[in-house]
């Protein structure tokens, strides 16, 4: 069974960094291209990025390319999504997905 | 971007009915590789999305056939058939042919 699993979310300052995880099991990581999509609290839907199997290659959202990061550990089955210079309007529900299969969601509050 | 635009926003619909939803985009999500990436989701309340349909018309491991995805170029349709209790929620088109965009959502409930 595919299971992917989010972590590292939280309240956050706005300016702060923020790292999230997702650790995949139940299937070959290093085979799958993975994707971070956020959801705000009015439910609107945003991709922010993919990283290819091999970590080789990232594609990001223009709006957000400058400030998140994407990378992998195929070792460890675990996705990364580095956050930097946050601000209110990343408070989401954060999820990592296969396109097909998709994580339960790591809340992120950004606030002081 | 590719900006997507699914109506309508909500849906209501009796148990057992017929209903679709109707997903356009800016510009044509032919890809150059010849596919359409054009996918769909449903999302039920408090659970992540769950994939339906992708690249346009194929349905998902697990889908019943009640769903079925059609459309080309920038417009596309998902058709819910004898919907059931568990088909309620929110449904989303998504492209992967430029970028990644989805749409704004369509919340299907009961009549």
């Known amino acids: 069974e595919v299971q992917l699993v989010e972590s590292g979310g939280g309240l956050v300052q706005p300016g702060a960094s923020l790292k999230l995880s997702c650790v995949a099991s139940?299937?070959?990581?290093?085979?799958?291209?993975m994707s971070w999509v956020r959801q705000t609290p009015g439910k609107t839907m945003e991709w922010i990025g993919d990283?290819?199997?091999?970590?080789?290659?990232?594609n990001y959202a223009p709006s957000l390319k400058n400030r998140f990061t994407i990378s992998r550990d195929n070792a460890k089955s675990t996705l990364y999504l580095q956050m930097s210079n946050v601000r209110s309007e990343d408070t989401a529900t954060y999820y990592c997905?296969?396109?097909?299969?998709w994580g339960q969601g790591v809340m992120v509050t950004v606030s002081s | 971007d590719v900006v997507m635009t699914q109506t309508p926003v909500s849906l209501s619909v009796s148990l057992g009915g017929q209903t679709s939803i109707s997903c356009r985009s800016s510009?044509?999500?032919?890809?150059?590789?010849?596919?359409?990436?054009l996918y769909w989701y449903l999302q039920k309340p408090g659970q992540s999305p769950q994939l339906l349909i992708y690249?346009?018309?194929n349905r998902f491991s697990g889908v019943p056939d009640r769903f079925s995805g059609s459309g080309s170029g920038t417009d596309f349709t998902l058709k819910i058939s004898r919907v059931e209790p568990e088909d309620l929620g929110v449904y989303y088109c998504?492209?992967?042919?430029?970028?990644?965009?989805f749409g704004g959502g369509t919340k299907l409930e009961l009549k």
């Open positions: 510009q044509s999500l032919v890809h150059s590789d010849g596919n359409t990436y």
């Open positions: 997905t296969t396109t097909a299969d």
């Open positions: 139940g299937f070959t990581f290093s085979d799958y291209w």
């Open positions: 690249k346009v018309s």
């Open positions: 998504y492209q992967g042919t430029h970028y990644r965009t």
């Open positions: 990283i290819k199997y091999d970590g080789s290659y990232t």
